[in-house]
């Protein structure tokens, strides 16, 4: 009986170093080599998200389904952009102006490109995190304005606390325009209201004729919540946040711990009952 597995990747794939184990590595070739389906469900952008199948997966290059930007960005088995969705340029400059006055770090992404209007440590650190190349321009409201593709997520990056009182503050000001998530606790994603993980899986499960509730999902945090609310199989990682293990079903090993690579064994077993630490 073919299966489904859904992967978010920093924090769940990937470990603290943001690499993949060798246990990990061998626990998704199997599934690859038995025929079951694979989704990356990842708030990365496309472009980094591919780097890290081409580079950390490579057997997956042409076998894996990638949602990517939260949801806002689907591309099917044969590489082809099936579903793309971006906020409306009135929100996004609306939005950039919001997060000037705020005075914290900001970043948007058109065309699958990373984009800043100032060249600081958070935009190269974030560069250098998701291995991809980064774009300075003058004024990033120009830069909506005038591309003719849309801006698929706008990322602001800060302490923490900073993040918090920013998130508090959006959802009162942008009521909504946008679904706002925290994909750590200094990354605060902007993305199109109704776009998340959980709602680019129904769009997979739709494509592909599978049943939401079967799919085997795992994740760590906050953007992980809503796709793992679809489904009875839904794997919280060791390191998840503590909301994100109330909404599991069951608790695995963290990323560090080759969690992933030991629930796939179980469930490979059929031993899916025994799964919870």
């Not at 690499?19 to 952008?45: C, D, F, N, W």
């Not at 081409?54 to 389904?65: R, T």
């Not at 440590?121 to 291995?131: A, L, P």
């Not at 997979?204 to 945090?221: A, E, R, W």
Request: overall charge negative; glycine content about 6%; some cysteine.
């Amino acid at each position: 009986m073919k299966k489904a597995f859904v992967f978010d990747l920093d924090g769940t794939l990937l470990n603290s170093e943001v690499r993949i184990s060798p246990k990990t590595y061998q626990a998704l070739k199997k599934l690859k080599e038995e025929g079951h389906l694979i989704v990356i469900a990842s708030g990365r952008m496309y472009a980094s998200t591919m780097y890290v199948v081409e580079n950390f997966l490579p057997f997956l290059k042409g076998n894996v389904i990638i949602s990517s930007y939260n949801g806002g960005y689907i591309v099917d088995l044969n590489g082809k952009v099936v579903f793309e969705k971006g906020v409306s340029k009135e929100s996004a400059v609306k939005c950039i102006k919001f997060l000037r006055d705020l005075k914290i770090h900001r970043h948007i992404y058109i065309n699958d490109k990373l984009i800043s209007e100032i060249d600081d440590k958070e935009i190269r650190d974030y560069s250098k995190h998701s291995f991809v190349d980064y774009v300075l321009v003058d004024d990033l409201i120009s830069e909506i304005e005038n591309s003719s593709h849309p801006t698929l997520k706008i990322l602001a990056i800060g302490e923490p606390d900073k993040i918090n009182l920013v998130k508090k503050l959006a959802e009162k000001e942008f009521q909504g325009e946008f679904n706002l998530m925290k994909s750590w606790d200094t990354y605060l994603d902007f993305i199109p209201y109704d776009v998340s993980k959980g709602n680019s899986l129904k769009i997979i499960s739709k494509m592909y004729n599978l049943d939401p509730n079967t799919l085997y999902v795992f994740g760590d945090s906050e953007n992980d919540i809503d796709m793992l609310e679809l489904t009875k199989n839904s794997f919280a990682m060791g390191n998840a946040k503590e909301d994100v293990k109330k909404v599991a079903n069951y608790l695995i090993p963290s990323n560090d711990e080759d969690g992933v690579a030991y629930a796939i064994e179980k469930i490979l077993a059929d031993d899916i009952d025994n799964v919870n630490i």
